[in-house]
């Protein structure tokens, strides 16, 4: 079970706490906390974010190179801002809970969803087995044509293993060679395919897949010829997505991307998830 805001608010009262707090977190991941002048092990929490070895006597900063060091913010802020961005909290109202900057809470924000992003990539998989796919289009109101055919759109396309995970990536436009592209990459060939009856996926079965498509037009499933788990991961991203009152293009991306990992881990510990990430992972 994730702690929770207040447990974690009693735990970091202070910097020297929030050290010490994200010092026993790594070493129960197995990563020691080594002096880099001496490679001791051995060392205390003296303040300021920083350690003393107690072999050579001198301090150092065990997160000099991950996403703390971005944001100049002490590890308490720190700690209480990956735990709002968890929760889902606005950049806003987590400046406001923090007391820093609006600007500094959303860069914050932003340097997280980065990070997800990159261990997204990391440990991308193959899906296999029963698989769905669609696409689904974000952007604010506009005139003019919904679904496909809309402008000024941006399109993601969406893949999802029944009773696995969902993959994404935004695509340029539905015509098929870039749907047999993204397709090819992220599914195992000899699996099967559900999607709806746009004609951009009736090369599947030349691409080495059984394709089964529903007409949405008639009805929305077949026996086991639906796409609605896609169709879930849908609503579920953009029920999120409309709390931030617009996303700029070049941060699409990141937005789109922590939905795909929110909804795959939403039975896990994301709190716990998150500060891995970020007590892990270089980020210079």
Not at 95 to 106: D, H
Not at 199 to 206: E, I
Not at 220 to 227: C, E, L, N, P, T
């Amino acid at each position: 079970m994730s702690i929770s805001l207040l447990e974690l608010a009693k735990i970091v009262k202070t910097e020297k706490d929030a050290l010490a707090f994200l010092c026993k977190e790594r070493e129960k991941l197995g990563y020691k906390i080594a002096c880099p002048f001496c490679d001791s092990r051995n060392y205390f929490v003296i303040g300021r974010g920083k350690l003393r070895c107690k072999n050579c006597r001198k301090d150092y900063n065990p997160f000099s190179n991950t996403i703390f060091n971005k944001v100049k913010i002490g590890y308490r802020k720190w700690l209480l801002l990956i735990k709002l961005f968890e929760i889902e909290t606005s950049a806003r109202k987590a400046s406001k809970e923090v007391k820093i900057s609006y600007t500094t809470a959303l860069k914050a924000f932003n340097l997280l969803r980065q990070i997800i992003a990159s261990e997204l990539a990391k440990n991308d998989e193959i899906l296999k087995g029963e698989i769905e796919a669609d696409e689904a289009y974000f952007g604010g109101k506009r005139k003019g044509k919904r679904g496909r055919g809309s402008k000024n759109k941006i399109i993601v396309f969406g893949i999802l293993e029944r009773k696995g995970k969902v993959s994404v990536s935004i695509v340029r436009d539905v015509k098929a060679e870039t749907l047999m592209k993204e397709t090819v990459k992220k599914v195992r060939r000899g699996s099967i395919v559900y999607t709806d009856k746009w004609r951009g996926y009736d090369s599947l079965m030349f691409c080495g897949y059984r394709h089964l498509s529903i007409d949405h037009g008639k009805r929305f499933s077949r026996g086991k010829v639906y796409i609605n788990g896609i169709e879930g991961f849908w609503s579920f991203a953009k029920e999120r997505l409309i709390k931030h009152h617009g996303i700029s293009p070049g941060k699409f991306l990141y937005y789109i991307k922590e939905q795909e990992w929110r909804y795959n881990n939403r039975d896990r510990d994301l709190y716990s998830l998150l500060l891995k990430y970020v007590m892990v992972a270089e980020y210079v």
